[in-house]
């Protein structure tokens, strides 16, 4: 199984990047899908999650209203459309692939490697 995150890179605050996640080696549309981030010195926090289908989904109070996921089965990947980035969204999120119901803990069968997010002020 592969989970291939791509999207990160430099951008200002307010701005707004799409991070996507390829998955490869698993049936994509039978995994709830997740994002996640760690900034330096900091713990992994959930960022967002989206059922099998699409049609649930669920994200951190810090994001919500400014991040939004979504999947395409056919092309078994999910993506995190990141909108009026902040400085602190500055982290290197990771995908996640797991059974349902989406959860926020890191209880996810799958990780990709990471992209890095980087948002100056």
């Known amino acids: 199984v592969q989970l291939q995150a791509s999207g990160g890179g430099l951008v200002q605050a307010g701005g707004s990047l799409r991070l996507s996640c390829a998955a490869s080696?698993?049936?994509?549309?039978?995994?709830?899908m997740a994002w996640f981030r760690q900034s330096p010195g900091k713990e992994r926090e959930f960022v967002g999650g989206?059922?099998?289908?699409?049609?649930?989904?669920y994200y951190a109070g810090s994001v919500k209203g400014r991040f939004t996921i979504s999947r395409d089965n056919g092309k078994s990947t999910v993506y995190l459309q990141m909108n009026r980035l902040k400085a602190e969204d500055t982290a290197v999120y990771y995908c996640?692939?797991?059974?349902?119901?989406?959860?926020?803990?890191?209880?996810?069968?799958?990780w990709g490697q990471g992209t890095l997010v980087t948002v100056s002020s």
């Open positions: 989206i059922n099998w289908s699409g049609g649930s989904t």
């Open positions: 080696g698993l049936t994509f549309s039978s995994y709830a």
């Open positions: 996640a692939a797991g059974g349902h119901p989406v959860r926020a803990n890191n209880d996810y069968h799958y």
